[in-house]
Structures are given as C-alpha cells and as structure tokens.
C-alpha cells in the first residue's frame, strides 16, 4: 500500500493546524475556476449562437465538456492515491487554463467543442481533488463546517459568474468569458505550489489504457446518438443503430476488463458496498438535475421574453445562492441527525422545487424562476456534502481517493448523459415548431426539458430512500 500523508495532516497532532488555511483558500479558488466557469457559459450562449451558429449544438458545449470530464476523473483519482494530490490538481489547473485560453480563441462552434474538451480534461482533475484533499486534511466532524466554505464558492460565483457573462454577451465580448479563467488559475496554482506539501513513496502502477479507451468510447457513443437522433439522422436509422450500438458494446466490454484489471478505472469492488452504491447514484442524479436547469434555462429565459442575459444569468445564480446556504448548515445537521435524514431533506425540497419548474414552464417569468432554483439549490446544498461525506468516512486514506472520484465521476457522468437526453428532448421539440428561434417553440422545448429534469429529481430521491439506516450518524 503507497502512503501519502499531507505534511498539515502530520503537523496537525502538534498545534499547527494553522498550516491548512492557505491550502484551504486554495482549493477554493481552484473550485471557483470549474464554477465560474459553469455558470458563466450558461448565460452566455444565446450570444455565442448568434456569433458562431449551431443552436441544435449548444448541447455539445456542456456534453463534450462533461464527458472529457467523466472519463478523465477516475483515471485522475487512480494516480492520486499512488503519487499524490498535488502534482494532479496542478496538472489539471495548467490543463483548464490552456482550454480556457483555447476557447477564446475558437473561431467556430466545432472549434469551441474541441476545446471545451480540453477544459474538461482539467475538471476532471480540479474537482475531484479539491473535494479529496479536503478529505484527507480535515476530520469528519471539521468538513461540516470546511464544506460550508467550499460551498460558499459556488454562491461567489453565482453573482460574478452570471454578471460577468451577461455583461461579457451584452458587449459583444462572451470571449472574456474564458479569458477571465487564466488569471485565477495562475493564482490557485501558485497557492498550492507554495502551500500545500506532501510526503508520499513513488511506486510504478500500471495505467489502465483498455479502460479508459473502452469508457470513452461506451459515452460518446451513446451520448452522440441521443444528441444527434432526431436531428442529423432519423431515431430509427443506421448511424442511430451504430452510436447505440458501440456504445453499449463499448461498456459493456470495460466492465468485464475492469473486474480483471489490477489497478482499474473504476473498482466495481467498491460499488457493492451499498453506500457507496447508492452515493454514486445519488451524484449521478444531483448532476442530470442540474444540467437541466443550468444549461437551458438562460435560453429559455432570454428567448421566451427577449430579456438580457444579465437579467437571465441571476434568475438562474438563484440556484447557486440556495446551495451554499444549505449546505453551510448541513454539517451541523448531520452531524446531529445522521447522513441519510439530512440528505433526504434536502432532496425532497429539491424535487418539490423541481415539479414546480417544470408546471410553471409554460408562464416564464425570471422572478417566478428565480424563487423556483434557489429552493432547488438550497436542498441540494442538503444533499450534495452529506451523501460525499458519508462515502468519504466509509473507507480509509488509501481509497478515499477512488471514492471520491467515482463520486465526481458520477456526477459528471449524470451532467453528460444527462444533458445528452434534455438536449435530445429539446431538439425533437424544435423539430416540430416553426424554427429554435420562435418564442413558443422554445417555451414548449425548455418545458419538456424541465420536466425531465423532475423526473431525475425523483429519481434521485427513491435512491436516497435507500441509504443505510445504521451508521448514520457520523463518527471519526
């Protein structure tokens, strides 16, 4: 077994726990490069469209960046518990600051897809890590309140997220939208790079490239024919039958090599424990939900009513407000009540708030919108930090990495496939209406999609039902 320890976790037993403020503030700001990013695009695509065309593709924004994303964090996780945190939250950081800067510069919709792609490739290492280090720095009973602060960045970056990218759409310059990304990763970079230290012993480990390949070509198949059906090419056709098709041979085949790899992406091991079974699905859901409602409602908004993505972006930063709200409580929650109550809470205000969009979505209204999310946030804030902190505290040192990962991997996983389905929905409705431009054709579209989004809601809260009862409230 390689062991890693974090210089701050040894120093800790001897009153230096001052040690991990500035690795903390760190791993803030590398989680506000991947929320920054997330809610700046959103309010932005309108103007991205009309500069670049290719309003049936917008959904590629988010799906090639979410499955770069999916299928690069559990290989990221595999590496961090062999030669440690810090060289892959840094390599992920230079990796998102290229494909920022890359984007900038796209001078057309299939060249911004690409790129995004690269940003994706950095996520997958930002955000897994971040949560990771946070894990192993800070105690059980310590994350509830340090979870409350890593929250807290998603509402900063509801406010200069939205604004900047409704500022950036109004002037005609949605470009700065990724440039704004280079300076705050050069900042978290060079925080980590002077505080964060590790001891760790080096062993070769052999790279699982069968995966990987077999996990990149089981998604996109499948993601390629949910998008593009419909629309490029007829559901019932031969490119439909071949995207499904390989897709699903693709994963099937990854998941007989992975029970006989060594060192596999994803240790299905661990999924037969039902925590972390079911935290997995859980994740998968939080991140189909919140696609549904990031990604298409800022359209649904600006083309429905004509008002400026400013005013769209911070209907939908509601969402964002609600979550760190919540989840600043839920250590002391959870702590009091056990993991499963709190998260079953949280996502039983979640679903109601997103029945409550989708029987709305006929009437848009920011304001109605607005109130609508910020609920949706605010019991996801309730469900998002207990489900990962239970995962977290099932396993030891060696393993929360891969739990970790396989969590982000989920919900990355859930955003991709997710997005895949509403975009398919959306593209099918549009198919039917006067034109993607037409105010009613994108009400009765951005409806349907809300609705799908209810129904992962629900989903996701029959899996909550089934969380461990024993062992719920946490100890360490």
Not at 264 to 289: E, Q, S
Not at 317 to 346: E, H
């Amino acid at each position: 077994m390689t062991v890693i320890v974090p210089t701050s976790v040894a120093r800790a037993s001897v009153g230096l726990r001052s040690e991990r403020g500035p690795i903390l503030g760190a791993l803030m700001l590398a989680t506000g490069l991947i929320a920054i990013d997330a809610t700046i695009l959103a309010t932005a695509v309108p103007s991205i469209v009309r500069d670049l065309g290719g309003y049936q593709q917008f959904p590629w924004l988010f799906s090639a960046y979410l499955l770069a994303q999916a299928v690069s964090v559990p290989i990221y996780s595999r590496f961090a518990d062999t030669v440690g945190r810090k060289p892959i939250i840094l390599i992920g950081i230079a990796l998102f600051l290229l494909g920022s800067a890359l984007c900038g510069f796209a001078g057309s919709m299939l060249w911004l897809i690409l790129f995004r792609i690269v940003q994706g490739l950095g996520a997958g290492a930002v955000t897994p890590m971040s949560m990771t280090i946070v894990g192993d720095i800070y105690t059980v009973a310590e994350r509830a309140k340090v979870q409350g602060y890593i929250a807290s960045v998603w509402g900063v970056s509801s406010v200069v997220g939205p604004a900047l990218g409704g500022v950036f759409a109004q002037l005609g310059a949605w470009r700065w939208i990724f440039f704004v990304n280079v300076p705050l990763c050069a900042l978290a970079a060079w925080m980590l790079l002077t505080h964060y230290r590790e001891k760790k012993q080096v062993q070769r480990h052999r790279i699982d490239v069968a995966g990987a390949v077999l996990l990149t070509v089981g998604l996109t198949g499948v993601i390629l024919g949910l998008l593009e059906g419909g629309s490029a090419w007829a559901w019932i056709s031969v490119p439909s039958a071949a995207c499904f098709g390989i897709g699903a041979l693709a994963l099937i085949v990854f998941f007989f090599v992975e029970r006989r790899t060594a060192e596999p992406i994803i240790d299905f091991a661990l999924v037969t424990r039902r925590l972390i079974l079911i935290t997995t699905i859980i994740a998968f859901g939080i991140g189909a939900l919140l696609i549904g409602v990031t990604s298409f409602a800022p359209a649904y908004l600006e083309g429905s009513l004509g008002i400026v993505p400013l005013l769209s972006g911070l209907a939908v930063a509601a969402l964002t407000l609600g979550w760190p709200i919540a989840a600043g409580y839920s250590g002391r929650l959870y702590l009091r009540i056990g993991f499963r109550r709190t998260a079953l809470l949280g996502m039983g205000i979640s679903t109601v708030a997103a029945i409550a969009l989708a029987v709305s979505g006929p009437w848009p209204n920011p304001f109605t919108v607005a109130a609508i999310v910020f609920a949706l946030g605010f019991g996801l804030g309730w469900t998002s930090a207990p489900s990962l902190v239970a995962a977290q505290a099932s396993v030891g040192w060696g393993e929360r990495g891969v739990v970790t990962g396989m969590s982000a991997f989920a919900r990355s996983a859930g955003s991709a496939v997710g997005v895949a389905i509403l975009g398919a929905i959306s593209n099918a409705v549009i198919a039917q209406g006067v034109g993607p431009q037409d105010a009613a054709t994108i009400v009765a579209a951005s409806t349907w999609v809300f609705v799908g989004a209810a129904v992962a809601a629900a989903l996701t809260f029959i899996a909550v039902l089934f969380m461990p009862r024993d062992g719920a409230v946490p100890s360490e």
